[in-house]
């Protein structure tokens, strides 16, 4: 990115993006080199204009949410990483419908969490404990406890590459594991979710059960990034590298954790390099003990 570029980004948000911008606080895994520029755009105006803008240069970008399921390498990102806030992290009612909530893509899991359950929507307690926003989740269609957020999205209001705005329905939507298929740039702006109403603290009640579950059997004691590989077809990403003997394994300031293989952790101080030198040792020594080939779930980018 140029310095005629830098200018231009600037112009469209000058109190909504900054230059040069370590990843290390903008990712769950605490590590990650500069990236050229972060931009927190909190309404639809200033993010179209950014993304056409973006476009019209050929300058890449990614939506980081709050950084989980990211490994930014130590190099950095060459681009420009957009972080929704404001309107576009905002949750409220249907108008025609008081069991459909309509979540801007900024929003995170916790705060849509809370909102349903302060108005009895029940039927997103599994996302407990998730540390990303609606867009990611749904970009990624998250899941837990056998239960996936794609099967609870109405419709998804959407912000092409080139800058326009398109609603798609539920049956245009094609989820599969952990994935939703969307076009190369797409910006999720909101999702809205079917629900059912339910006593808030019956819900407040399930809530707290899927926390007390993840946090028995998951570290989340340390930074990281949530599961790094997704589950093989019949079987366990966590208990395949469990059984490659890799659990407890270090490199640098990460490690697989002894609690959850299928999780790297932070201890202090570690490096993306780190953790990619223990995805890469992962897959190698599972594959050579299953001949399964893991797929990450972690999205890596950068240099």
């Not at 998804?156 to 080139?162: A, H, W």
């Not at 780190?274 to 240099?303: C, H, S, W, Y």
């Amino acid at each position: 990115m140029d310095q005629r570029q830098r200018d231009g980004l600037f112009k469209i948000a000058p109190e909504d993006i900054r230059f040069d911008c370590s990843m290390d606080r903008h990712t769950t895994f605490r590590v990650g080199g500069k990236a050229e520029a972060v931009c927190f755009p909190g309404e639809l105006g200033h993010l179209r204009q950014m993304v056409s803008y973006l476009g019209a240069e050929n300058i890449p970008h990614l939506i980081a949410g709050k950084g989980s399921n990211l490994l930014v390498r130590d190099g950095g990102y060459r681009g420009v990483v957009i972080i929704l806030r404001g309107k576009l992290a905002a949750v409220e009612k249907d108008t025609g419908d008081d069991k459909t909530v309509l979540a801007g893509g900024g929003l995170t899991i916790g705060d849509l969490l809370s909102y349903c359950s302060h108005n009895g929507l029940t039927g997103l307690e599994f996302l407990a404990g998730i540390p990303g926003t609606v867009g990611g989740a749904v970009a990624m269609n998250a899941g837990a406890f056998g239960k996936e957020i794609g099967s609870m999205v109405q419709r998804i209001e959407v912000l092409t590459g080139q800058g326009v705005l398109t609603t798609m329905d539920r049956s245009e939507l094609k989820f599969s594991y952990r994935d939703l298929s969307l076009g190369k740039g797409v910006v999720i702006l909101s999702a809205g979710f079917e629900l059912n109403k339910e006593k808030p603290e019956i819900i407040s009640g399930r809530i707290a059960d899927y926390l007390k579950s993840r946090q028995e059997t998951q570290p989340l004691e340390y930074p990281n990034g949530g599961s790094v590989f997704k589950n093989p077809p019949g079987d366990y990403a966590g208990r395949l590298i469990e059984r490659a003997g890799l659990k407890g394994k270090r490199i640098g300031g990460a490690l697989i954790s002894p609690k959850h293989a299928n999780f790297i952790v932070n201890t202090g101080g570690a490096k993306a390099q780190d953790i990619l030198a223990l995805m890469v040792l992962a897959r190698e020594k599972v594959r050579e003990e299953t001949g399964i080939e893991l797929d990450p779930e972690i999205r890596v980018v950068g240099i």
